[in-house]
């Protein structure tokens, strides 16, 4: 098992190395905010996806994996294990899969996904939560939120990330730790009473970057989704932490399920690596 430790700013081993092309990007905030036409999210938070965004296999694929589905944004694990501790905290453990890896229902047991090597365009890193012999179990990037599964340790490329990030739904406040100790706090926007912001152990998925920078510069994806819409405008309903340019919004249950955070919140969690566990609590 290859160990790397991940430098603070680095987007070549946790953060990043590639971002999504600016279009899929702009196509993720065009318009967020507004009212959703025909009872859809707006198209600011329509999640990540869509037809040809990104090098993911599109819903339903399973490349590479004969019977079962690639663990993406896109697709859903049926069989997969729900996160049993959503509130446990780990040693900030993540791992990167130098070859597509078969994930399991429990160690040794049955194959009920492949975790591909990418996730939107750079590399899949994605956190450890359980470890059993040989055997890691990770979170999964899937639907239904709080997929869970089992992955062999061979073959990883492994890192540990100082971050956590809190989300705390009732104060709509976000806390960002490094090394357990407050590194920032803020008031944030999040999810309102029929597009509520979903609860449970996620993690960083991917950093993304709209062309104009507009209405943010930066956009993090997570491992969750929606738990009331199933899509938006034809993506898979990815909840993500962004900026946000109103800052009226700030305080508020206004938004389609992600989280709209301040300019300065944006850039600290900007250097937050890939893989790095958000808690969100009702």
């Not at 179990?137 to 890192?159: E, M, Y």
């Not at 999810?191 to 062309?211: C, E, S």
């Not at 507009?214 to 993506?235: N, Q, R």
């Not at 946000?244 to 937050?272: E, I, M, N, Q, Y």
Request: hydrophobic share 40%; with cysteine; proline share 11%.
């Amino acid at each position: 098992m290859a160990t790397t430790i991940a430098p603070r700013h680095s987007r070549r081993v946790v953060t990043a190395a590639g971002l999504l092309p600016a279009a899929a990007a702009a196509l993720l905030l065009g318009g967020c905010g507004g009212s959703p036409p025909h009872g859809t999210a707006s198209a600011g938070e329509k999640g990540i996806g869509g037809k040809g965004v990104g090098p993911d296999s599109p819903p339903g694929s399973t490349a590479g994996s004969g019977t079962v589905p690639e663990a993406t944004t896109f697709n859903t694990v049926p069989g997969a294990p729900k996160d049993t501790t959503p509130e446990g905290v780990t040693d900030g453990l993540v791992v990167h899969p130098t070859r597509p890896a078969p994930v399991l229902d429990r160690p040794g047991g049955r194959r009920v996904a492949t975790l591909p090597i990418t996730e939107l365009g750079g590399p899949t890193w994605v956190p450890v939560v359980e470890t059993s012999g040989g055997w890691r179990r990770v979170l999964l990037p899937s639907r239904p939120n709080q997929a869970s599964g089992w992955i062999s340790g061979a073959g990883l490329r492994t890192a540990h990330t100082p971050y956590t990030v809190r989300v705390d739904l009732a104060r709509r406040r976000l806390t960002l730790l490094k090394s357990a100790r407050e590194a920032g706090r803020w008031k944030v926007a999040v999810g309102g009473a029929k597009t509520p912001t979903p609860p449970g152990r996620t993690f960083v998925m991917a950093t993304l970057a709209p062309a104009g920078k507009k209405p943010s510069p930066i956009v993090l994806p997570l491992g969750a989704h929606s738990a009331t819409l199933d899509t938006f405008g034809g993506g898979p309903g990815t909840v993500a932490l962004h900026g946000w340019p109103d800052a009226s919004v700030f305080g508020k249950a206004v938004t389609h399920g992600c989280v709209r955070v301040p300019a300065d919140a944006l850039k600290a969690l900007s250097r937050v690596p890939l893989g790095s566990l958000v808690f969100i609590s009702a």
